[in-house]
């Protein structure tokens, strides 16, 4: 009788798998359907049966050759090659020695993307987990951190906003800034603009990171993440980090910001790419998504799944962390501190949190056996609730 029970079982389970799989195919070729679960349905079984995003190499191609790129001087390749640098520190990453100029060993140049009005935002980070003295103090690494700029969209403010960030960059020296409108349409720009300086001036960096202006980076817990990294079998190379996005369906609904037509991306689905949020990627994949801006067409203007296509274009597959966060905040806790590496959406609370997680006493609540045990109880009870979307997955409190 048992065994008969477990046949019932199976049986019905092959034909549930079938029928779900008969209506996922259905729902594929099924363009008209354009409702919220049904485009994530597609999105994934595109993105697990179909599985192929090969046609990325050729559609995004610049096919204009030297003929047609005489003929038409403003092709897309040409003009994002030659937006000038109003501020630029060619000098950011060399040292000067006695026997001439050389690059730094650099483990990390991190560029922040800004805004040209965010002044607040990036002098809490200057103050807090973007201060290279202190990694370089405390933790013995050299990091660089830049903020990458476009000019203020507004044209009556933009005078007024520019001399105020030239005298920042005075101060400061860690403005990078190119000639085109900081918009949200313009981000594949300014992330053009991230692998092309680093590129040219920063290339012997071991890692690369991107971030927005509004995230928290716990700097002891990433670097501490990068040497593991460095001495680790792969020496680093191949490596994409941060908040997978898999099999993502395109937004097609117009009043989303997010919103992709159809002759922009008219596939299902995009490739797999890390929240724009904070991602790093190794010095060998830099160098390899600066090829891919090169022969690529950059109208996708959502930077992070640009990313995702320069990287399918150069076989680069992301890798998820469970401390790398998408949207949303972490939880504010000792135990969530311990291993935290990035945080979304602290525009506001930056030195309190910054004080907070680096505080030393933060790693003795985890220590022993006892301490192990109650920070996994509080992870468990942070993290797992259901239908609670939380910015780390339940899955990091088990990591
Ligand atoms: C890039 O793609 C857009 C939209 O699909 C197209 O209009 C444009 O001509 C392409 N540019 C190049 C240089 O191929
Ligand atoms: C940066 O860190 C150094 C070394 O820890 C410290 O002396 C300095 O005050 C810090 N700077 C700021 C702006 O907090
Ligand atoms: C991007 O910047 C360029 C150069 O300033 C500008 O011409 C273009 O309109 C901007 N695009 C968007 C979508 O804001
Ligand atoms: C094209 O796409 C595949 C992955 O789909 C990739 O492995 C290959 O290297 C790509 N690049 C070129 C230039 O063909």
Known sequence: ?????RRIHKCQCVQLLTTGLVLCMVMVCWEELDHHVVSHMKSYTYRYLVNSYDFLNSSYAITSNDYER??????????LMNYPYLINHPDKC???????ERLEDVLLLLFVKSSPENFERRQAIRD???????????????VRLMFALGVHPDVGQRASVQSALLKEDKTYGDLI??????????LTTKLIMQFHWGHMYCSRARF????????????????????QELSSQSDAKDLWVGHVHRGAPPIRRKESKYHVPYDLYPWPSYPDYTAGAGYVVSGDVAAKIYQATLMLNSSMYIDDVFMGICAKAMGVSPQEHVFFSGEGKAPYHPCI???MITSHGHATDVRSLWRAATNPAVYSHSRG????????????????PPYYQNTYSCMAAFA
């Open 1 to 5: 009788m048992f065994m008969n029970f």
């Open 70 to 79: 005489k003929t038409h001087p403003n092709s897309l390749g040409d003009r």
């Open 94 to 100: 060399v040292s000067v020695t006695g026997y001439g």
């Open 128 to 142: 807090t987990w973007g201060n290279e003295s202190f990694v370089w103090s405390q933790l013995g690494e050299n």
């Open 177 to 186: 800034q190119q000639d085109f409108l900081d918009t949200f349409h313009n």
């Open 208 to 227: 690369f990171m991107s971030a927005d202006d509004d995230i928290f980076v716990h700097m002891p817990n990433l670097v501490k993440y990068l040497r």
């Open 337 to 339: 501190y311990d291993h």
């Open 369 to 384: 056996f006892m301490g192990n045990l109650y920070c996994k109880a509080v992870k468990v009870m942070l993290l797992c």
